[in-house]
């Protein structure tokens, strides 16, 4: 039980960070492009969003899990999917205040391209929430992954992950109830400790959450 505990944190670790850098990554730039840009690419790119977070996350996952096939390389595509249009609608909200900001208009009257100025200037003042997003996330994804080999559809039963074992030991709680224990006090703690690291990283990122001397 330990050792398939451990192994487990390896997987869910894995398909967390691996999921969630990807998927708040393209969500961001994709959030950022578009707030820059606008226009119809503004407002085709936000009923595509709308259109993806319309549906429950985890029906979506299921779907996308039912149409791709059981592998812990499909439920990290299925987790991109879900990550994307969330990172994309909440960078694009900051993006869109900066890019009214007085010096974004003096960059772009000194004739800096539309490229430079979403790469110089764009992207580096929106960093602090791109990575808010990816720590806040993590926790998510495990959850979500969790959910899904808890329910058959994620990782292979061959792959030891949290939730396959809570299935498990489902099955025998009358008799071995630390087969059920075990695994949930391991999900529990991974997505505690993470949503404190979000936090911590939030405040420190972010000037009106500091604390002041006096």
Same mark, same amino acid.
């Given at each position: 039980?330990?050792?398939?505990?451990?192994?487990?944190?390896?997987?869910?670790?894995?398909?967390?960070?691996?999921?969630?850098?990807?998927?708040?990554?393209?969500?961001?730039?994709?959030?950022?492009?578009?707030?820059?840009?606008?226009?119809?690419?503004?407002?085709?790119?936000?009923?595509?969003?709308?259109?993806?977070?319309?549906?429950?996350?985890?029906?979506?996952?299921?779907?996308?899990?039912?149409?791709?096939?059981?592998?812990?390389?499909?439920?990290?595509?299925?987790?991109?999917?879900?990550?994307?249009?969330?990172?994309?609608?909440?960078?694009?909200?900051?993006?869109?205040?900066?890019?009214?900001?007085?010096?974004?208009?003096?960059?772009?009257?000194?004739?800096?391209?539309?490229? !430079?100025?979403?790469? !110089?200037?764009?992207?580096?003042?929106?960093?602090?929430?791109?990575?808010?997003?990816?720590?806040?996330?993590?926790?998510?994804?495990?959850?979500?992954?969790?959910?899904?080999?808890?329910?058959?559809?994620?990782?292979?039963?061959?792959?030891?992950?949290?939730?396959?074992?809570?299935?498990?030991?489902?099955?025998?709680?009358?008799?071995?109830?630390?087969?059920?224990?075990?695994?949930?006090?391991?999900?529990?703690?991974?997505?505690?400790?993470?949503?404190?690291?979000?936090?911590?990283?939030?405040?420190?990122?972010?000037?009106?959450?500091?604390?002041?001397?006096?």
């Amino acid at each position: 039980m330990l050792s398939r505990v451990i192994w487990g944190a390896r997987l869910s670790l894995y398909v967390g960070l691996a999921s969630v850098v990807v998927g708040i990554t393209l969500g961001a730039l994709w959030g950022v492009a578009t707030a820059y840009l606008g226009g119809i690419s503004d407002l085709g790119s936000q009923r595509v969003v709308d259109s993806l977070m319309a549906l429950p996350p985890i029906i979506l996952a299921l779907a996308l899990m039912a149409a791709l096939g059981q592998s812990v390389t499909n439920v990290i595509l299925a987790l991109i999917i879900l990550l994307t249009p969330t990172a994309a609608r909440t960078v694009r909200a900051v993006a869109l205040g900066i890019a009214a900001a007085p010096y974004i208009e003096a960059a772009r009257a000194a004739g800096g391209s539309q490229w !430079r100025i979403i790469s !110089r200037h764009l992207i580096p003042n929106c960093l602090a929430s791109y990575i808010v997003l990816l720590t806040t996330n993590v926790s998510y994804a495990i959850v979500v992954e969790a959910s899904l080999s808890f329910i058959g559809a994620g990782a292979p039963p061959d792959e030891p992950s949290w939730g396959g074992m809570l299935t498990a030991g489902v099955q025998a709680i009358e008799t071995a109830p630390w087969m059920v224990f075990f695994p949930g006090l391991a999900i529990s703690l991974a997505v505690f400790g993470l949503n404190l690291l979000g936090d911590s990283i939030r405040d420190v990122t972010d000037p009106r959450l500091r604390g002041g001397l006096g």
